[in-house]
Antibody
Framework: QGQMQQSGAELVKPGASVKLSCKTSGFTFSSSYISWLKQKPGQSLEWIAWIYAGTGGTSYNQKFTGKAQLTVDTSSSTAYMQFSSLTTEDSAIYYC??????WGQGTTLTVSS | QIVLTQSPAIMSASPGEKVTITCSAS?????MHWFQQKPGTSPKLWIY???NLASGVPARFSGSGSGTSYSLTISRMEAEDAATYYCQQRSSYPWTFGGGTKLEIK
């Protein structure tokens, strides 16, 4: 059974950057597409980008180009999302998902001074 | 981008009642996917490629549609079906989700 364990909650200041992680197990990481999604409390889901773990190939929602950067470490079967130039609008829960059957538990990001 | 409009936004149903949730796309899409999310938990894939039930999804659920109009149907509502359901399209970038339908049990 696949699992995706996301890193813990983050509290960061406006203008800072943060790197969220998503450690996977139970499936072949190198042949997986992994998406990252954003969800604000009480709101719908927003797709940020996907990465193909085998090659590192990516596709981004244009809204998040320059804001989010996806990478993977195949040696540890871990996916990462770096989020830069943070504003209060970036405060949300962020999910990683292996298309589309396995999901992480979500990481709460709070951007506040 | 393709905008997905779900209706109703909120609804309640009695046990045993038939439930239909609709998702209207601003442009034609090839398939529609559906996710279920309960409070405080991650979304779960529920129906993929319009009409295929994800693993473990009860047979009382079904999906249908084409073009710009899709629906998720529960033949007989059960208490465990209370959740928020989101439609998603992956026919055109950026992939988008509907606003969600919150389904409550009466």
């Amino acid at each position: 059974q696949g699992q995706m364990q996301q890193s813990g909650a983050e509290l960061v200041k406006p203008g800072a950057s943060v790197k969220l992680s998503c450690k996977t197990s139970g499936f072949t990481f190198s042949s997986s597409y992994i998406s990252w999604l954003k969800q604000k409390p009480g709101q719908s889901l927003e797709w940020i980008a996907w990465i193909y773990a085998g090659t590192g190939g990516t596709s981004y929602n244009q809204k998040f180009t320059g804001k989010a950067q996806l990478t993977v470490d195949t040696s540890s079967s871990t996916a990462y999302m770096q989020f830069s130039s943070l504003t209060t609008e970036d405060s949300a829960i962020y999910y990683c998902a292996r298309h589309w059957d396995y999901w992480g538990q979500g990481t709460t990001l709070t951007v506040s001074s | 981008q393709i905008v997905l409009t779900q209706s109703p936004a909120i609804m309640s149903a009695s046990p045993g009642e038939k439930v239909t949730i609709t998702c209207s796309a601003s442009s034609s899409v090839s398939y529609m996917h559906w996710f279920q999310q309960k409070p405080g938990t991650s979304p779960k894939l529920w129906i993929y490629s319009t009409s295929n039930l994800a693993s473990g999804v009860p047979a009382r659920f079904s999906g249908s549609g084409s073009g710009t109009s899709y629906s998720l149907t529960i033949s007989r509502m059960e208490a465990e079906d209370a959740a928020t359901y989101y439609c998603q399209q992956r026919s055109s970038y950026p992939w988008t989700f509907g606003g969600g339908t919150k389904l409550e049990i009466k």
